[in-house]
Each structure stands twice: as structure tokens, then as C-alpha cells.
């Protein structure tokens, strides 16, 4: 029976609801009458409340499929051109590669070898929020502009 206990964990999910809880005189959950507890609850385990959504009818519902299948178009036609684009770049890439095979094979094999340390996206400084390694230079001395 104890095995039985283990094979199957019990899951519980967190659920907290406002009314549940007794209200004190101020007419919150916190003994000092501090609504920020009782808010933090409200927000973290409430459901969020959702607006209905519209109902469209006859001549509304048809000029929303109408937009809705001309933007699906769109977005097909825009994908197609973009898989050309690739396409068209790709074929490129691989003549050039052929004849550049065909014309020097050092610099074929040299076109195929990726370098370890440079690599576009790794060298490239990533904008941060943190302070620079070097600090402040209290050294520093403005430079004095007479005119």
C-alpha cells in the first residue's frame, strides 16, 4: 500500500481565492489593514477577467472573412518571395562555389573551413545594462574650452 502512495506523486495546484478568507473591520485580509497582501494575492492566483468577444453577423461577419483571407494571402505571397529570395541566393552561393572548385582548389578548400574564433554573431559587443570593466577614470580632466 505504501508503494502504491509512491508510484503516484500528488500534484496540488496553488489557488487562493479573496472570498475565501475572513475580512477584518478595515475590510482587508492583512492584520494592519494593508490591502498590498490581499492585492498580490488577487492578482497572482485570480483568474484574469477576459471581455466577450464581438459577434459578427450577415454583412460584418463577410467583410471579416473577406480581410482575414485577403491578409493570409499576403502573408503567403510575402513568404513565397522570401523563399525565392533564398532560393535565388542559395543557387548563387553553390555556382560560385562549383567554379570556384573548378578554379583553384586551395582556395575552395579555404572557403569551406569555418574559423573557430571569428564568428560574426560572438564578436559582435552586445549592448548591456552593466558597468564597464574598467570603472570610472577618476583621473579624468575635462578639457578647457576658452574662446
Not at 477584518?24 to 494592519?32: C, E, H, I, K
Not at 582556395?107 to 573557430?116: C, D, E, N, T, Y
Amino acid at each position: 500500500m505504501l508503494t502504491a502512495a509512491i508510484r503516484t506523486p500528488v500534484f496540488r495546484r496553488a489557488t487562493y481565492s479573496v472570498s475565501q478568507t475572513r475580512l477584518n473591520s478595515t475590510g482587508s485580509t492583512a492584520p494592519g489593514g494593508d490591502t498590498r497582501l490581499e492585492t498580490i494575492r488577487r492578482v497572482l492566483f485570480e483568474p484574469a477577467s477576459r471581455e466577450k468577444t464581438i459577434t459578427l453577423e450577415g454583412e460584418m461577419l463577410e467583410q471579416h472573412e473577406t480581410i482575414e483571407r485577403a491578409w493570409k494571402l499576403h502573408r503567403m505571397r510575402q513568404r513565397e518571395q522570401r523563399e525565392r529570395s533564398l532560393e535565388l541566393q542559395f543557387r548563387a552561393m553553390n555556382s560560385a562555389m562549383n567554379e570556384l572548385e573548378k578554379t583553384s582548389d586551395r582556395l575552395f578548400k579555404g572557403a569551406l573551413v569555418k574559423s573557430r574564433h571569428v564568428t560574426y554573431p560572438k564578436q559582435a559587443k552586445i549592448p548591456t545594462e552593466t558597468p564597464s570593466t574598467q570603472g570610472w577614470d577618476y583621473a579624468y580632466k575635462a578639457t578647457e574650452v576658452t574662446a
